[in-house]
């Protein structure tokens, strides 16, 4: 363990001192406690397969143009029930007598409740049976609509522009670009505004609605390429005698499969295809990608270790390099020279103070001198050199400077005169021959 890479593992178990390996234990326990809590964090959130929402905006100019499918609210035109009595498909007496006999003006009452169930029930079971027949019952699209333009451009120009399609609810419908099987049939078209969209003339058939019908116009559905349209989400009603606009805005979603909790699967089973209860889902933070923050704080944990590793090796390499104790001579032996130094300059300074001393009661004590007069300019001074004893007196005055490098004292004359009757009095006999009294 002691030879272990991980951060401060090592360092703990081949410390010798009980202070630096508690101070590493410590350490230790703290960081890899706050890295597990942040991958206990990391997992929680990952595990809980959290949903991130990002909208995005773009310009609609640049859009390209949807599909477009045309369905009328009339399923079933009404003449060709009424003028075919011998009916391929059997449609109930009951049925076919309220439908030739009433009118589509007339409101449906309560006791004709019946009749429009069975017809209902008729019409699907129609359709399963045989889909071209209840097509040919139903409204021509391409010829009910009257005028076409793309663009500026007639649709009648356009190859492979409609498409027949079929609706359980209302039967013939129409889809004008929408992709065909073979390659280069679907066209590409953008929008840049109204004048630049689809623009359709259609022939309602007011007079082959059935009495069942409830409202009169057309179904309108917007979709994308290679989608069935849904009349629930995608259908926008246009009344008869009118003129209707219809912008177009594009929302694309993406949703994630299972485990998420969209719940969105790629494939229907065969046997048991039915919607799910639970088709909402929740926003939230995002999760695994964008949680930055525990991520951040499992490699500060460890980065931290490794960086208390770093400088703890810094250290012991210096120790290792440095020679403490000789250091600690040579800084022991520097502080006595200072130390030194500063007692030989205090001990000259005390001798310069008693030596300025003495000259100042050269009066009061009398000494050995060497006297030199100056006359050149007033006032007239004398040269004195000071001796500590007799035997040091110089022979020549040349020969002061090179015996002894006393200081010179400038003195006045009369200074000098009182002090050399002073030495007659008190040594008589000492009295040295060089001085020359003026």
């Known amino acids: 363990m002691a030879e272990s890479q991980v951060p401060g593992l090592s360092s703990m178990l081949r410390g010798r001192s009980k202070c630096r390996v508690g101070t590493w234990a410590l350490t230790y326990i703290a960081m890899t406690a706050v890295a597990l809590h942040f991958l206990r964090l990391l997992f929680s959130d990952y595990f809980s397969y959290p949903v991130s929402v990002s909208i995005r905006l773009e310009d609609t100019s640049g859009l390209l143009f949807p599909a477009v499918t045309i369905c009328n609210l009339n ?14 498909l059997s449609i109930p007496e009951e049925v076919k007598d309220y439908i030739c006999n009433e009118t589509y003006r007339e409101s449906i009452q309560d006791e004709n409740l019946d009749v429009i169930e069975q017809f209902s029930f008729w019409l699907a079971h129609s359709q399963r049976l045989n889909k071209e027949a209840v ?3 139903g409204h021509p699209m391409k010829k009910n609509v009257r005028a076409c333009t793309l663009q500026g451009n007639k649709c009648t120009n356009i190859k492979h522009f409609w498409s027949d399609t079929f609706s359980q609810s209302y039967g013939n419908c129409i889809t004008a670009n929408k992709q065909a099987q073979r390659t280069g049939d679907f066209l ?6 109204p004048e630049q969209g689809l623009e359709l ?3 309602v058939e007011i007079n082959e609605y059935l009495p069942i019908t409830s409202e009169a116009g057309y179904l309108v559905m917007i979709h994308s390429h290679n989608l069935e349209p849904d009349d629930a989400t995608d259908g926008v009603f246009v009344s008869p ?11 694309k979603i993406n949703r994630l499969a ?14 048991a295809i039915k919607p799910d209860d639970d088709n909402s889902y929740n926003r939230g933070p995002a999760g695994l990608i964008s949680n930055m923050g525990g991520i951040v704080g499992v490699y500060l ?6 960086i208390y590793e770093i400088v703890e090796i810094f250290f012991r390499a210096m120790y290792v390099a440095v020679d403490f104790k000789v250091l600690g001579k040579r800084f022991h032996q520097k502080a006595k020279h200072v130390q030194s130094s500063a007692l030989t300059r205090a001990i000259e300074a005390k001798r310069r103070l008693k030596f300025k001393a003495r000259n100042r009661t050269i009066d009061a004590q009398p000494k050995y001198f060497n006297v030199e007069r100056r006359e050149s300019h007033p006032p007239y001074r004398l040269t004195v050199w ?12 040349n020969e002061v400077a090179a015996i002894h490098q006393a200081p010179q004292l400038h003195v006045d004359l009369q200074n000098y005169i009182r002090m050399s009757d002073a030495f007659g009095r008190y040594h008589r006999r000492d009295k040295p021959k060089e001085v020359i009294h003026q």
Do not use: M
């Open 301 to 306: 944990s460890f980065g931290f270790l490794v």
């Open 201 to 203: 003339i259609l022939n």
């Open 241 to 251: 005698d009118g003129t209707t606009y219809i912008g177009v805005t594009v929302r």
């Open 75 to 88: 399923p079933i035109r009404r003449h060709l029930i009424c003028e075919n009595a011998d009916s391929v």
């Open 386 to 397: 000071d001796y500590p004893n007799r035997r040091q007196r110089p022979r020549d005055k």
């Open 135 to 137: 097509k040919a019952l």
């Open 258 to 271: 299972t485990p998420y909790p969209a719940h969105c699967i790629s494939k229907w089973s065969k046997d």
């Open 188 to 193: 590409y078209y953008r929008l840049g505004g």
